[in-house]
């Protein structure tokens, strides 16, 4: 009898163990209509390969629930009358956060009783439903999963078809041959400016994006022909969206690692309400450490802040705040000690600092079942300091540069939305925008041959632009579409005005097989300095680029697509850019296509420059599937333009190649623990760059590039692997992470130009070998 008793204690005790260590989750969402963004309501959802069945059925307001849902991938089917199904594949569900998911239905073409509802799976599709070509979405998964993200959505891009990255160091990213300071970031529907970590050493690119990829929702990228909402873009577009706070339930993320630390905390503002809170901080580890240890040169440290608020209405529709915030800094001191000195690197002093503030007010107000209106205000400014000097071997100080310069911009939004019917619907509004900037620089025009600041600048001004748009999609037959819109800009300070239609056709000629084409002509206005700095004349100051046109270009891509199996697709994308009123130095090679960090112009510029960039995009990807998941990208193209003495050149950017393969598996190592793997293999064509004059940098002891010859030189083609293992122990009510990555395995160069050998008094190429490792641990609670 009491061995009985002890056995069934024993059991009951390894019962309620197992109970305690099978980890689970919930899982809620909403069902909309993917055009009217209505809610759907008493939606099918039915939770996939789980036995027995689980699933319900979506309230009046298209929310659906289920409780206590094994952790792991998850795959859910909607359905509901008269729409396609849709399902949603390999969700990852963890123990240490709710999984909250918006799920979008496309309303069938025909009547009930004349269509066959097939289930769609498309992860890629961008969520913008204008989107003809060259668009696809980015998921915080992606983020964290992809060898090389880093939790950076730039760096994710970086694998993309048609994308080449910049650095090992830095997630700058070059888009079909276009500079980065072409690409259009929006926030929660506003541009805002590039919110990168000193963005303004990278032309746009930076260290790091300013805001956590905890605060983000699934969001856009695009790479040409871009719909006609997207206006001031002539290179990609990255549409971001932060998701909203959990409103049922407090929740806190706290991460440590090589990049900073990193904590984040969710949730209603009252219990039982609707409106919630979402608050992220990070701070770079190097900022930490460098308190306490020696200082390092040239290390980067930075802080940001993002916070969203949403606070939905009974009948008044939907406010939301948000906010992004950031300051970063990197400063290098130089050795004193002029005979410990190799190269001309060793000769610098820098401190340079970034601040970026970006801030938002929008409005989401349904007028009927057919319709809604989007209202956005939005604030946005930033402050760029750099103070760079050289020395020569007498130690005599030779200023580089002193610029401090001041950006802000204040800008009024709205569209109204608008489904008429499942064959059309159109999205019609308009971006006014204050811009002002105040600038403030001492430069050298010529560092290696003159040893003092002769180009002085104290100006500052203001500026506005207008966005009109309209666009429509409307269904031609159930497999044929057209996106057609027009996008139209006026900018004051030119007095210019620039229709700019777009097209886009999407035939699906069998049920795994479809073409497209699109078209569209975009223009990008640069920055503000560039048309209104005031230079001193011999009776005072004058503007000098007053009349200054925006660069236009004309993006035509075509696409083939074919579905080769449930998760799987194959992708080929021709496309051709024509660029033309590009800002040029009459009589030089100098062009506005090349611009990277160069802050000042002594000449006046013309519109003289053209430019044009065509190629080929291939992207074979598999879906996440029994824990497995591939991409292979490819991209061949050529980047040339057209300086202001009319010969055509390479650009700096045209590195004709880049070829990609990444892929990860998952197991699930016990119930509630998962492993990953994750690789990527890189090869990039070589960089650009100009020549050497020997004989000057020889005299000068300091490189001087022969700017005749502008990037006739091409660098030999580097080769790249990433490698990431991810470990997430799910416990009840909580999630522990761990994640080593290691960028730039191979150790490859990277090049940073030339500088001159003080021991062998030779010029010689100069670069770093470096592997960049990111490691973390992150807990969800």
């Not at 300091?385 to 800008?411: F, G, R």
């Not at 990008?524 to 300095?529: G, S």
């Not at 990807?621 to 029994?626: A, G, K, P």
């Not at 999630?735 to 395995?745: E, P, R, T």
Request: hydrophobic share 35%; with cysteine.
């Amino acid at each position: 009898m009491i061995t009985r008793k002890i056995i069934l204690t024993v059991t009951l005790m390894l019962f309620f163990l197992v109970v305690q260590s099978q980890s689970t989750q919930n899982i809620k969402g909403r069902i909309i209509d993917n055009e009217s963004e209505q809610p759907l309501a008493f939606a099918s959802v039915i939770i996939l390969n789980t036995n027995p069945p689980l699933g319900t059925i979506s309230d009046e307001n298209g929310v659906f629930r289920f409780e206590e849902v094994a952790v792991g991938r998850i795959s859910l089917k909607v359905s509901y009358v008269g729409y396609e199904d849709a399902v949603v594949a390999g969700v990852l569900l963890s123990s240490g956060k709710e999984l909250d998911l918006n799920i979008a239905l496309k309303e069938s073409f025909a009547s009930l009783q004349e269509v066959e509802v097939k289930a769609t799976e498309r992860k890629d599709e961008a969520l913008n439903q204008m989107a003809t070509v060259s668009a696809r979405s980015i998921s915080v998964e992606e983020t964290k999963r992809f060898a090389g993200g880093m939790d950076d959505p730039s760096r994710l891009a970086s694998t993309f078809a048609g994308v080449t990255p910049s650095t090992v160091d830095n997630n700058e990213i070059v888009i079909r041959g276009n500079a980065a300071k072409g690409i259009l970031w929006r926030l929660e529907g506003m541009e805002v400016p590039a919110p990168n970590h000193l963005a303004g050493m990278f032309s746009g690119g930076g260290i790091n994006t300013m805001f956590s990829n905890n605060m983000l929702a699934t969001s856009d990228f695009f790479t040409g022909a871009f719909p006609a909402e997207y206006g001031n873009a002539i290179s990609g577009v990255f549409d971001m969206r932060f998701r909203n706070g959990n409103a049922d339930k407090r929740e806190y993320a706290f991460q440590v690692g090589t990049q900073g630390v990193d904590f984040s905390l969710e949730g209603p503002f009252k219990k039982g309400g609707r409106a919630s809170y979402l608050v992220n901080y990070r701070y770079s580890t190097i900022g930490l450490l460098q308190g306490l240890m020696p200082q390092i040169t040239g290390l980067p440290t930075y802080q940001d802040l993002s916070l969203k608020l949403n606070f939905p209405t009974k009948n008044a529709g939907v406010f939301s705040l948000w906010s992004i915030n950031g300051t970063g800094r990197i400063k290098s001191d130089m050795e004193t000690d002029t005979s410990k000195w190799e190269t001309t690197m060793d000769s610098y002093q820098y401190d340079i600092s970034y601040r970026l503030t970006s801030s938002g007010l929008s409005h989401r107000y349904f007028l009927n079942k057919k319709a809604y209106l989007f209202s956005s205000l939005s604030y946005s400014a930033t402050d760029y300091s750099n103070k760079n000097d050289y020395y020569n071997l007498n130690m005599q100080e030779i200023p580089v540069t002193n610029q401090n310069e001041i950006n802000t911009k204040a800008s009024l939004s709205s569209y109204l939305n608008v489904k008429f019917n499942s064959r059309h619907t159109n999205r019609t509004g308009f971006v006014v925008s204050r811009l002002s900037y105040n600038l403030d620089i001492a430069n050298n025009t010529d560092v290696g041959e003159n040893p003092m600041a002769d180009y002085f600048v104290n100006s500052k001004g203001n500026a506005m632009s207008i966005q009109l748009y309209s666009q429509s999609k409307y269904y031609l037959l159930e497999n044929l579409n057209i996106n057609a819109g027009l996008h139209m800009v006026y900018f004051n300070s030119n007095n210019e005005f620039i229709p700019e239609p777009r097209l886009g056709i999407n035939w699906q000629i069998l049920p795994r097989h479809s073409l497209s084409f699109a078209y569209g002509k975009h223009s990008r206005i640069e920055p503000l300095r560039i048309y209104q700095t005031e230079v001193p004349t011999e009776t005072g100051y004058a503007l000098l680029n007053q009349d200054l046109n925006v660069t236009k270009a004309h993006h035509f891509v075509w696409s083939y697509d074919m579905k080769l199996g449930a998760n799987t697709h194959f992708t080929i994308e021709p496309y051709y850019q024509i660029l033309y009123d590009v800002p040029v130095t009459p009589d030089s090679s100098f062009s506005m296509i090349n611009y990277t960090s160069e802050t000042f112009f002594t000449d006046e510029l013309d519109n003289s420059g053209t430019g044009a960039n065509m190629g080929i995009d291939f992207t074979l990807e598999q879906f996440i599937n029994n824990g497995f998941y591939y991409m292979v990208t490819a991209s061949l193209y050529e980047s040339k333009f057209k300086g202001g003495d009319g010969i055509e050149r390479n650009t700096r950017y045209n590195q004709n190649f880049v070829f990609n393969v990444l892929a990860g598996k998952e197991w699930q190592t016990k119930k509630n623990h998962t492993f990953g793997i994750n690789g990527k293999f890189t090869v990039l064509g070589g960089k650009r760059q100009s020549p050497v004059d020997m004989e000057k940098s020889l005299e000068n002891q300091f490189v001087i590039y022969d700017e005749t010859r502008l990037y006739e030189d091409q660098l030999p083609t580097s080769y790249y692997i990433d490698l990431s293992l991810n470990y997430t122990i799910n416990r009840p009510k909580c999630a522990h992470s761990f994640i080593i990555q290691a960028k730039n395995i191979l150790m490859q160069e990277e090049n940073l130009g030339h500088a001159y050998n003080y021991k062998t008094k030779t010029v010689e190429p100069y670069g770093l070998e470096i592997i960049y490792p990111y490691v973390s641990y992150k807990i969800l609670f």
